[in-house]
């Protein structure tokens, strides 16, 4: 990670979910339903930076040797200085039966939890656009 990452110094509060920085052990985020039962059979890491099956999307991220991931989590906005030099690599909508968002590694070693009012939040992913991938903006929209 570059010592530029944005801090939380100047944004608004109420927007801020957390923030998870660790090993990957696998290389693998998850943003899920709390009650998930997809199993991403047809996903081709190899090829693919993500994969949404129902109501869960895997992105791939650098794996725990090559160094650790930073994941911010926002919610309805984000603070402009935070998107900086990060791209879009999923827009979409989370089915949720449980009505809580967890995102987390495979491994379930870290994990942050947001309760979300709708049912189906629209929700979108940035990554810093390089081959391992280190940094990972999550923007769900409770709305």
Same mark, same amino acid.
């Given at each position: 990670?570059? @010592?530029? +990452?944005?801090?939380?110094?100047? *944004? !608004?509060?109420?927007?801020?979910? &957390?923030?998870?920085?660790? *090993? =990957?052990?696998? &290389?693998?985020?998850?943003?899920?339903?709390?009650?998930?039962?997809?199993?991403? %059979?047809?996903?081709?890491?190899?090829? %693919?930076?993500?994969? *949404?099956?129902?109501? @869960?999307? =895997?992105?791939?991220?650098?794996?725990?040797?090559?160094? !650790?991931?930073?994941?911010?989590? =926002?919610?309805?906005?984000?603070?402009?200085? =935070?998107?900086?030099?990060?791209? %879009?690599?999923?827009?979409?909508?989370? !089915?949720?039966?449980? &009505?809580?968002?967890?995102?987390?590694?495979?491994?379930?070693?870290?994990?942050?939890?947001?309760?979300?009012?709708?049912?189906?939040?629209?929700?979108?992913?940035?990554? +810093?656009?390089?081959?391992?991938?280190?940094?990972?903006?999550?923007?769900?929209?409770?709305?």
């Amino acid at each position: 990670m570059t @010592s530029e +990452n944005p801090t939380f110094d100047d *944004f !608004p509060a109420e927007v801020y979910a &957390g923030s998870i920085v660790a *090993f =990957f052990q696998h &290389g693998l985020l998850i943003v899920e339903d709390a009650a998930s039962q997809a199993v991403h %059979e047809s996903w081709d890491a190899a090829s %693919e930076r993500t994969h *949404f099956d129902d109501d @869960s999307l =895997f992105v791939a991220v650098r794996p725990h040797v090559d160094g !650790p991931v930073r994941v911010d989590v =926002f919610v309805d906005e984000i603070p402009e200085k =935070f998107a900086d030099g990060l791209v %879009e690599c999923f827009d979409g909508v989370l !089915p949720l039966r449980s &009505g809580v968002v967890c995102v987390h590694d495979s491994d379930d070693l870290v994990r942050l939890t947001r309760r979300i009012s709708v049912d189906q939040p629209h929700f979108g992913v940035l990554v +810093n656009d390089t081959e391992r991938v280190d940094r990972v903006l999550v923007v769900l929209y409770d709305r």
